[in-house]
């Protein structure tokens, strides 16, 4: 079972002059789940950089199409942290309409400074609230 699912419909605005939801716009659907599922920790994303001086960025991305969301469809993203690092993690995520997998993808996503953009520490209190849900086996 995922960590957080995070559900959405598609609107014009997210596809083609077919219907058919943009390559691209499975990252803007995987984003908003990766920051709903933050918030459900307790971690919003604007305060922990207003107040921490700290940001996540998307460092690396890999997405695989199997089958196309349309207009109006209702779709479920999940979130799974799989690996977890002292700056970075990788996040395992799928794009579901019902039962069937459209798009699956693994996001690196890195903690930087929000000002210099450079390297830094993820903050222990989100660190513990993920160690019940990333096995120690992937976790640096």
Avoid at 117 to 131: D, H, M, N, T
């Amino acid at each position: 079972m995922p960590a957080y699912q995070h559900e959405l419909r598609v609107y014009w605005e997210d596809t083609d002059a077919g219907g058919v939801v943009f390559y691209a716009n499975y990252l803007k659907f995987m984003e908003r789940a990766r920051t709903e599922w933050l918030r459900a920790l307790g971690f919003e994303q604007e305060t922990m950089r207003r107040e921490d001086g700290l940001m996540f960025v998307v460092s690396d991305t890999a997405l695989r199409y199997l089958a196309p969301a349309r207009l109006d469809d209702w779709l479920r993203v999940s979130v799974q942290p799989t690996e977890i690092g002292r700056a970075s993690m990788t996040i395992d995520q799928h794009v579901f309409r019902g039962d069937q997998l459209l798009t699956q993808g693994r996001i690196r996503i890195g903690c930087v400074d929000a000002l210099s953009l450079k390297p830094a520490r993820i903050p222990a209190r989100i660190l513990q609230s993920l160690e019940p849900i990333v096995p120690p086996s992937a976790r640096a």
